[in-house]
């Protein structure tokens, strides 16, 4: 509907200027019905398809009060679902901490106590139990879950204590994604651009492509 308004108040601007000159000039009798009516219409047809197209590139100017209401839906139900996900990671965490209590160097539940503190976003707990685990068995997957917890602790800056730790990682696992990417984007905040970038392109063509790693690669190279 609005696009039609736009092309009405478009061509009642083009009368409102022309029209005044051709009466002031007495060159408006010069006009048969069927050339006004061809000029009419063709103006018409320019005014639409000029709307059409920006509403082609700048997207939907017109939105309905309809699809931005199913919109604030969807985003809420998944806002809701999110919600829902943390609730029960946060009483399964509570249970995971009592059977600890009975087995605290029980590596499956201090794995399991960890990646649930990273669904609710508890870095701290995540680092203290990564380091735990550390302590019983120095598992080099375990170093580079650390090595992430503490980047995200870091707001994604790669301080010297991250530096070393993916280091240490690389040593151990030369081709372990988690330290790559750390890595990248150590090379990147240092200028070293070109470098990252590469570093993230030979690791990717490894990459299984339905691991979760894939997508983040392709994500931090801007390849749809």
């Known amino acids: 509907m609005i696009n039609y ?31 006004f009516l061809s000029i ?17 590139f700048l997207g939907a100017p017109n939105i309905s009060n309809s699809m931005l209401l199913e919109i604030k839906e969807k985003k809420q139900l998944v806002k809701q679902e999110q919600l829902k996900k943390i609730k029960k990671t946060k009483n399964d965490l509570k249970i995971i901490n009592k059977m600890l ?9 201090l794995l399991a106590k960890a990646s649930m503190a990273a669904i609710i976003q508890d870095i701290e707990t995540e680092i203290e ?3 735990k685990i550390i302590k019983i068995n120095p598992i080099t997957n375990v ?15 790669v301080n010297e204590f991250i530096k070393k730790l993916i280091d240490e990682v690389l040593s151990e696992k030369p081709k372990d994604p988690g330290a790559n990417f750390i890595l990248a984007k150590y090379l990147n905040q240092n200028g070293n651009k070109n470098k990252s970038r590469n570093l993230l392109l030979k ?3 490894n990459l299984d492509d339905k691991g979760p790693w894939h997508q983040i690669y392709k994500d931090e190279l801007n390849i749809k």
Do not use: C, M
Request: cysteine-free; glycine content about 2%.
């Open 129 to 131: 139990t990564l380091k």
């Open 101 to 109: 209590q009975t087995d605290p160097q029980n590596l499956n539940l």
């Open 203 to 205: 690791i990717l063509k």
């Open 40 to 56: 009419y219409l063709s103006l018409f047809v320019f005014s639409y398809i000029s709307v059409s197209i920006t509403y082609y």
């Open 5 to 35: 308004l736009l092309i009405l108040i478009f061509l009642g601007l083009i009368f409102f200027i022309i029209l005044p000159k051709l009466i002031k000039e007495n060159e408006i009798k010069k006009f048969k019905k069927i050339n």
């Open 143 to 157: 170093k580079s879950l650390l090595a992430q917890a503490y980047l995200r602790k870091n707001d994604g800056i």
